[in-house]
C-alpha cells in the first residue's frame, strides 16, 4: 500500500506550514520528550522526510501518524496542481500525478502529500495567530483536493485576536470536516484524548483501533495513578521515619560547643538524606509520565514564584490550625503546647513546597531558620563507648508531614500539565496555589494524620496502608481535575 501507510493500520499525517507546531503536537499527543525522536525546532526546516510514529500498545500498532516537512511554496504548487487538472477542477489523481512528475521543483510538498496519496487522514496545523494569508489559502485549497478526511488544528502560539481567530474558523469550517484546538506547548491528557476522539469522528473505518488506543490510554493513565501514590507513600514514610544518629561520648556530651557542633553536622546530614529522599520520588513521578528531559538540578537559584517570607503564602501550605486539630495532630499531651503555625511552616522554608522542581528540600531548608530537630541524647541502645547516641529526627512542625504530602501533590499537578512538545524550559514551572491537602474530606484527614503519627513514631502502621494508599490514588486523581 505504498510507503507510507499498511492496510490495517489508521494513519494521520500532521501537515502545514514550517513551525506551525506539526512537531510539538505530536510529541505533546505522543508523550514523546526524546529530541533524538522528534526534533521540535525554532530552525525551519528540521523535519525534511516524513517522519513514521507508530502508536502501540502491548507491542501491537494500533495507529499511526507521520510527520512531515512543511509546506515550503504553497501558492505556486497550487498552480502547478491546477494547470495539472487543466480546465477541470483538481482532485486526488492531480495530487497523485503532482508528487510523482513534481518532485524536482517541489520536494516538500510532494514528500508531504504522498503519505495522503496513500490514503492517510489529514491533520492540518496552524497558528491562528497569523493572519490569513495567500498561501494559506493555497495549503487549505491543495488538502481539500486531497479528498482525505480531514482535520484542522488551531494550535494558538500567543493569544490569537478573536476576529482573527473568527476569520480562521470560518475558513477552515469550509474545506475541513473538523476544526478544533489543541494546545501543543499546554495540551494535558484530557485534550489529548479528546482529540483522538476527534479523529474517531473524522476516520470512522477504522473506529475500532482507535477507540483501543482511547481505552489503552485509560487505562495507562489508572496504572501511573497507581504508581505515582506508590512513590509518594513511599516517600512519606521514610521520610517521616528518617532519623540519623550518632555515638557521642560522655566528654563532647558535657562540653556544649562540642555537642552543638555535632548537632550541627547531623541536622546538615539529616537534611541531606532528606532531600535524597525527594528526589528520589520526584525522578520517579517523571519517569512515570515519560518525561526524560525535565532537569532535577538542586539549585537554589531556580526557586521561582513563592514568596514565603510573607503570613499569606505559608499560611496556604499544609492543614490550617483547626484542620489540624481535627484531624488529631494535637491530641494528647499537646494540649496547652504553643504550636504557632507560623514559626512552623515558615522555618521550613520555601523551596520543598513550591517545588520549582529544582530546589531539593535541602536547598528550600537552607532558607530559613533550620526547624527544630528532635534530638534525642541516649536511649538507642549500645552504641559504642557508654552507649550513647545523639539523634536527629524529624521536626517538631505539626504540619511537617501535611507539608511534604502538599509539596509532592503539586508538584505531581505540575508534571501532569507539562507538555511533552515544550522544549524551551529545563525546569518545571510549579505556579503559586493553594494548598491541596486542605481540601481533603476530614477522613482522609484523620486517616492520614495517625498514619503520619506512627511513621514520626517510627513504626508504620502497616495495617492502615493499603487505605492510605487509596486515599492517595483518589487525591492524585482529584488533583488532575483541577
Ligand atoms: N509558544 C508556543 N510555541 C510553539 C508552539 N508550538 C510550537 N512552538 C514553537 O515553534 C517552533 C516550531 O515548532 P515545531 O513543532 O518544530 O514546528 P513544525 O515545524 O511545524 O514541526 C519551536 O520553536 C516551538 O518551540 C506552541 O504551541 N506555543
Ligand atoms: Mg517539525
Known amino acids: ?15 502545514g506550514r514550517v513551525n506551525a507546531g506539526k512537531s510539538a503536537t505530536l510529541a505533546t499527543l505522543l508523550e514523546i520528550d526524546d ?53 477541470g477542477v483538481p482532485g486526488p489523481a492531480e495530487i497523485a500525478r503532482f508528487t510523482k512528475e513534481c518532485r ?3 520536494p516538500d510538498e510532494a514528500r508531504l502529500l504522498e503519505p495522503l496519496v496513500e490514503g492517510a487522514g489529514v491533520i492540518y496545523v496552524v497558528d491562528p495567530c497569523k493572519p490569513l494569508r495567500d498561501t494559506f489559502l493555497a495549503e487549505i485549497e491543495i488538502l481539500r483536493w486531497t479528498g482525505r478526511p480531514r482535520l484542522a488544528l488551531l494550535n494558538p ?11 480562521w474558523r470560518e475558513r477552515l469550517g469550509t474545506s475541513f470536516n473538523l476544526v478544533r484546538t489543541f494546545h501543543a506547548h499546554d495540551a494535558r491528557f484530557d485534550e489529548r484524548k479528546r482529540l483522538l476522539e476527534v479523529l ?12 483501543r488506543v482511547i481505552e489503552a ?57 532528606l532531600g535524597d529522599l525527594e528526589l528520589t520520588c520526584l525522578k520517579k513521578l517523571l519517569k512515570i ?58 522555618s521550613l522554608g520555601a523551596g520543598t513546597v513550591i517545588g520549582a522542581l529544582g530546589g531539593g528540600t535541602m536547598a528550600f531548608f537552607k532558607g530559613g531558620a533550620l526547624p527544630e530537630l528532635r534530638v534525642i541524647g541516649g536511649g538507642l541502645g549500645k552504641l559504642r563507648g557508654d552507649g550513647q547516641a545523639m539523634v536527629v529526627g524529624p521536626p517538631e512542625s505539626l504540619n511537617f508531614s501535611w507539608i511534604l504530602l502538599d509539596s509532592m501533590l503539586v508538584r505531581h499537578r505540575g508534571i501532569l500539565a507539562r507538555a511533552h512538545g515544550k522544549r524551551d524550559t529545563a525546569a518545571l514551572e510549579v505556579s503559586e496555589q493553594d494548598s491541596l491537602v486542605r481540601n481533603f474530606p476530614s477522613d482522609r484527614r484523620s486517616l492520614l494524620q495517625k498514619w503520619f503519627a506512627s511513621c514520626l513514631k517510627g513504626s508504620p502502621d502497616r495495617g492502615k496502608e493499603p487505605e492510605v494508599f487509596a486515599e492517595l490514588v483518589k487525591s492524585l486523581e482529584e488533583a488532575e481535575e483541577k
Open 104 to 106: 524536482q521543483r517541489f
Open 217 to 273: 490510554m485509560d487505562n495507562e493513565m489508572h496504572d501511573r495513578r497507581e504508581e505515582a501514590a506508590e512513590a509518594i507513600l513511599d516517600f512519606l514514610e521514610k521520610s517521616l521515619t528518617l532519623r540519623v544518629s550518632e555515638p557521642i561520648d560522655v566528654r563532647d556530651r558535657s562540653v556544649p560547643s562540642r555537642s552543638e557542633k555535632k548537632k550541627a553536622e547531623l541536622e546538615e546530614r539529616y537534611f541531606k538524606k
Open 200 to 211: 474517531l469522528q473524522i476516520e470512522e473505518h477504522h473506529a475500532s483501533h482507535i477507540r
Open 1 to 15: 500500500m505504498g510507503t507510507w501507510l499498511s492496510e490495517e493500520i489508521p494513519a494521520f499525517a500532521v501537515v
Open 157 to 167: 502560539q500567543a493569544e490569537p485576536s478573536p476576529e482573527l481567530e473568527r476569520e
Open 289 to 346: 509520565y515519560r518525561h526524560n528531559l525535565i532537569k532535577l538540578d538542586v539549585d537554589p537559584e531556580r526557586h521561582a514564584g513563592l514568596d514565603l517570607a510573607t503570613a499569606e503564602t505559608w499560611q496556604k501550605w499544609g492543614l490550617s490550625r483547626w484542620q489540624l486539630a481535627a484531624a488529631g495532630a494535637v491530641a494528647g499531651g499537646a494540649a496547652g503546647a504553643v504550636f504557632d503555625l507560623g514559626v512552623g511552616v515558615h
Open 35 to 87: 529530541d533524538e525522536l522528534l526534533r521540535i525546532s525554532a530552525t525551519p526546516g528540521e523535519t525534511t522526510d516524513v517522519l513514521p510514529l507508530p502508536v502501540r500498545y502491548d507491542g501491537e500498532e494500533l495507529l499511526r501518524f507521520l510527520d512531515t516537512p512543511g509546506f515550503q511554496q504553497p501558492v505556486e504548487a497550487m498552480r502547478e496542481i491546477q494547470k495539472l487538472a487543466g480546465n
